[in-house]
Each structure stands twice: as structure tokens, then as C-alpha cells.
């Protein structure tokens, strides 16, 4: 099984702040790593596929980089709309499995 | 628009069976796979199960594996779970979810999830 591990488990900031969340995956994953987004009472929603790919509706704001076994999701100018729990989730082979998540906060 | 609506989610006793369904639209279903996965409320998320456009393939978490069977009916537009020897760590919101053209596939949408309670 694939371990994916994700740094920090929770981010402090500020309105405003370009934040960038780690995802670690234990072996090589190719492309197939995709980001979630969970907003407090809601399912989640996938944000990022194949590390780049943004999502249908997803803003630019979002971005997706890294290869191999390391990953990033950078977010440009926080707002209030985007304090959420972020996963990454690989899915290049079985079991699929996802990351313990990062929590963005504000401030 | 893509809809997903889980059911059967409800209290049951350690070592019953559940079945939870998952019916879709706003799309082709037979075109994609589809894939249960859950959250301990409070806890991150856990793939448990995914199935192939034509019911052909299936996977399971080693959690789940043996226990649980995941299945579809392409022309009733819907995907199940079937839970047997259910345990308390199977307590969870249980997210039906569609995948890509690939088997192996991220989650694209997500239904709002129905909640197992396994408990004496």
C-alpha cells in the first residue's frame, strides 16, 4: 500500500497569504495525484488531478506541481472561502489511498 | 448536473450486514467507474471500494476486503455496497463517488454521504 503523508497537518494563516501544502507519497506515483478540498459540514470536492489539472470551476488561484513522490498545492491569496481541510489522494495503484489531510486555518 | 444520493446508512449491531445504495444522474453512468468511500466524522478519508464501467473489475481496501462487495446495475443507474460481518471500526459516513473513464480513478463528484453506525 501506498502511504501518502502530508505536511504540515495544520497551516496558520492570514487572509491574503499564498500558502503551499506537501503531500509525500511513499513510492512513485507517476501523475496520478489529485487534491480535495472539505469545507466543515460538507463533502468534499476535488480541486487538482494528474498534479496540474485543475478541476471543472476550480479558480487559478489553485495550482498543482511536483512528480515522482512529491507534490504541492500551492493556494495564492487566501480567502475566507478556502479555510478548509485539504487531501491528496494517489491513484496509481491499488488501494487508493489518501493523505491525513492539512487543515487551513485562519490566523 | 452530476447528482449522486446515497442510502441505507443507519445504526446496526456488530456482525449484521448492510447494503448501501447509490443511485446517480446528470450523466452516462455506464461510461464511468464509480467508488465508496468513507470518513469517521472528525477523521480524513478512506477509499474503501471502486468498480469498472461494466461491473468487470473491482478493488477493495485491505480493511474491507473479504467483507465487502461492491456492485452496479448499469441500467438502474446505481452502484451498491454490500457490508457483511460489520464491526464497530466500520462506523463512518459512507461518500458514493464517481470516477473517471479509468477504473483507477480520482473521485470527480461526490454524494453527500450516508451514515453506518455499527454498535450494540
Known amino acids: 500500500e501506498i502511504v501518502m503523508t502530508q505536511s504540515p497537518?495544520?497551516?496558520s494563516v492570514s487572509p491574503g497569504e499564498r500558502v503551499t501544502l506537501s503531500c509525500r507519497a511513499s513510492q512513485r506515483i507517476a501523475s496520478n495525484l489529485a487534491w480535495y478540498q472539505q469545507k466543515l459540514g460538507q463533502a468534499p470536492r476535488l480541486l487538482m488531478h494528474t498534479v496540474s489539472t485543475r478541476a471543472n470551476g476550480v479558480p487559478a488561484k489553485f495550482s498543482g506541481s511536483g512528480s515522482g513522490t512529491e507534490f504541492t498545492l500551492t493556494i495564492s491569496s487566501l480567502q475566507s472561502e478556502d479555510f478548509a481541510i485539504?487531501?491528496?489522494?494517489?491513484?496509481?495503484?491499488?488501494?487508493?489511498?489518501?493523505?491525513?489531510g492539512t487543515k487551513v486555518e485562519i490566523k | 448536473e452530476v447528482q449522486l444520493v446515497e442510502s441505507g446508512g443507519t445504526l446496526v449491531q456488530p456482525g449484521r450486514s448492510l447494503r448501501l445504495s447509490c443511485v446517480a444522474s446528470g450523466f452516462t453512468f455506464d461510461d464511468?467507474?464509480?467508488?465508496?468511500?468513507?470518513?469517521?466524522?472528525g477523521k480524513g478519508l478512506e477509499w474503501v471500494s471502486?468498480?469498472?464501467?461494466?461491473?468487470?473489475?473491482?478493488?477493495?481496501?485491505?480493511?474491507?476486503?473479504?467483507?465487502?462487495?461492491?456492485?452496479?446495475?448499469?441500467?438502474?443507474?446505481s452502484v451498491y455496497l454490500e457490508m457483511n460481518s460489520l464491526r464497530p471500526?466500520?462506523?463512518?459516513?459512507?461518500?458514493?463517488?464517481?470516477?473517471?473513464?479509468?477504473?483507477?480513478?480520482?473521485s470527480e463528484y461526490w454524494g453527500q454521504g450516508t451514515l453506518v453506525t455499527v454498535s450494540s
Open chain 1, 9 to 11: 497537518a495544520t497551516l
Open chain 2, 89 to 106: 471500526e466500520d462506523s463512518a459516513l459512507y461518500y458514493c463517488t464517481r470516477g473517471y473513464f479509468d477504473w483507477m480513478s480520482r
Open chain 1, 86 to 100: 485539504y487531501y491528496c489522494q494517489q491513484y496509481n495503484s491499488w488501494p487508493l489511498t489518501f493523505g491525513g
Open chain 2, 50 to 77: 471502486g468498480i469498472s464501467f461494466n461491473g468487470d473489475d473491482t478493488a477493495y481496501a485491505d480493511s474491507v476486503e473479504g467483507r465487502f462487495t461492491i456492485s452496479r446495475d448499469n441500467a438502474a443507474n
Open chain 2, 32 to 41: 464511468y467507474a464509480m467508488h465508496w468511500v468513507r470518513q469517521i466524522p
